[in-house]
């Protein structure tokens, strides 16, 4: 149903209540009475207020999530009876679409046309992709001798951890929630405290579309408390996180001092878009690359932040995107005509700042944006900026910026090209733009990421699995592949 701005205005302001941790089915207040302010992107103000949940609340979400597993209402459920709730609670998060979207984006600063999609859609074409792959897992028979049976059962973990951050909650919480659910597992959801709000809200969805209590809990509150304590908690059984390598780190660390579980991560990246003389359609490419890197600010974690142009036509692409990225409409994130809204948080705008700035010092060059804007507003904006002469040694080169800030490089030829691509730690996503199919099919073989993409950047969808290589991570997202994470192979050894 077409989405009009009278539609969107009018829930802009709704009042948003207290909002306590949802646990074994009901809503409770943290054990130590802390809240945390919710400050909005979009104005600087403050428009809700979230639990700041601790270590006991952890504890009392992880004892509810393993008392529902043992129990059995969910974890030993017929498939059909999964299928069926998980379908019921995509009905529910279709129904509620607008008010999610509009919620998360006065959360985080998403532009409306992108949120809608990538939210409240993202996440019910999720929970409907994993009920209908649920019943479709089947276990195996090995080959054995006539008097030997060997058979191979898949079986849920147990209690399932998420961490997910706050740039798309509904769409990453929904990656690892949905097919943890739907392989019969219990889920304890931790979400950044930047962005709780739809979370909270799925929460009450899931309940009403029939989810037992106590087999998905959401504990809000700080990372460096209500994260930790999941990660060292010694009745987790398996930990996917989605955010920085220094949490990273830290999860593995705690995963080492406790119970050894599982500890899956996607850690972003520093994606390479590479453009070759020979693109198609190079109009197409700036246009599709400066939107890779500049739509919800940069803060997306397969953004393209890396633009390698061949030498022959890098004066004149560069001017393309730059020229493209002028005329992008940043501001009120609520606005449908806005194609990039408000970055997170005043501290990631000056992080995203500060990289300009040495960027600027180390020797390159800002053709375009490179500072805040609509100051004004209170809000967090920053104009989407170009920074050409950009070299492998510079930090903008490296380092993940998760902002609006994209790094030119020029290569000589296919072999430099690759060579770039793959000079950093990560190797989470890229792209490849040539009409060459030969070439295009050799760079998808030397580029170290997950994801390639061809002659566009963006839009994979979940019959794809989306992870990383290197300091990315581990652990695959998305399609059938996701399964893995959350179930174990038993086998049982008949003798005849």
């Known amino acids: 149903m077409p989405i009009d701005q009278n539609a969107i205005d009018g829930l802009r302001n709704r009042p948003v209540g207290p909002q306590s941790l949802f646990i074994d089915g009901a809503w409770a207040t943290a054990a130590s009475g802390a809240r945390l302010d919710v400050i909005s992107p979009i104005d600087g103000g403050t428009f809700a207020t979230i639990a700041d949940g601790g270590a006991t609340d952890v504890d009392r979400a992880v004892a509810a999530a393993r008392r529902?597993?043992?129990?059995?209402?969910?974890?030993?459920?017929?498939?059909a009876e999964r299928k069926k709730v998980m379908h019921r609670i995509a009905d529910l998060i279709e129904t509620h679409a607008l008010e999610l979207a509009v919620l998360g984006v006065r959360d985080n600063g998403t532009e409306i046309s992108m949120a809608l999609k990538a939210e409240p859609g993202s996440a019910a074409g999720t929970f409907r992709y994993y009920a209908e792959a649920l019943d479709k897992v089947y276990g195996e028979i090995a080959p054995t001798p006539p008097n030997v049976l060997g058979l191979v059962h898949r079986e849920p973990v147990g209690v399932v951890a998420a961490i997910v951050p706050w740039n798309f909650p509904m769409m990453i919480g929904a990656w690892k929630v949905a097919p943890a659910l739907a392989a019969g597992n219990s889920v304890v959801l931790k979400p950044a405290e930047a962005a709780s709000l739809t979370l909270l809200r799925l929460a009450a969805l899931c309940a009403e579309a029939g989810l037992p209590d106590g087999v998905l809990n959401v504990v809000t509150g700080k990372g460096s408390v209500a994260g930790e304590a999941l990660g060292l908690h010694m009745d987790v059984d398996v930990l996917a996180f989605t955010g920085s390598g220094f949490v990273g780190r830290k999860l593995l660390e705690y995963s080492a001092r406790s119970n050894l579980k599982r500890v899956y991560l996607e850690l972003g990246g520093k994606s390479p878009n590479i453009v070759f003389a020979d693109a198609p359609d190079l109009d197409q490419a700036a246009k599709v690359s400066a939107f890779g890197i500049?739509?919800?600010?940069?803060?997306?974690?397969?953004a393209g932040s890396r633009l390698l142009v061949e030498e022959s036509i890098h004066d004149e692409f560069a001017a393309k995107v730059a020229a493209i990225a002028a005329k992008m409409k940043v501001g009120d994130p609520l606005d449908l005509a806005t194609e990039a809204g408000a970055v997170s948080s005043a501290e990631q705008l000056e992080k995203d700042l500060d990289f300009v700035r040495r960027a600027e010092s180390e020797g390159g060059a800002i053709k375009i944006g490179g500072r805040r804007i609509l100051a004004e507003t209170g809000g967090f904006y920053m104009a989407p900026t170009v920074v050409t002469g950009v070299e492998p040694s510079m930090h903008l080169a490296r380092e993940e910026v998760f902002?609006?800030?994209?790094?030119?490089?020029?290569?000589a030829d296919e072999a430099d090209a690759v060579r770039l691509a793959n000079s950093t730690v990560y190797g989470l996503a890229s792209a490849v733009w040539t009409a060459n199919l030969s070439k295009a099919h050799r760079m998808i073989r030397a580029i170290r990421a997950g994801v390639v993409h061809v002659n566009t950047y963006g839009g994979a969808d979940m019959t794809v699995p989306l992870g990383g290589v290197g300091q990315s991570g581990n652990g695959h997202d998305k399609s059938m592949h996701a399964l893995d994470k959350y179930t174990d192979l038993k086998t049982a050894w008949i003798q005849m």
């Open 68 to 79: 529902a597993f043992d129990a059995g209402k969910w974890s030993r459920a017929a498939p």
């Open 294 to 302: 500049f739509r919800n600010s940069g803060q997306v974690c397969v």
């Open 403 to 411: 902002g609006p800030v994209l790094g030119v490089m020029r290569f």
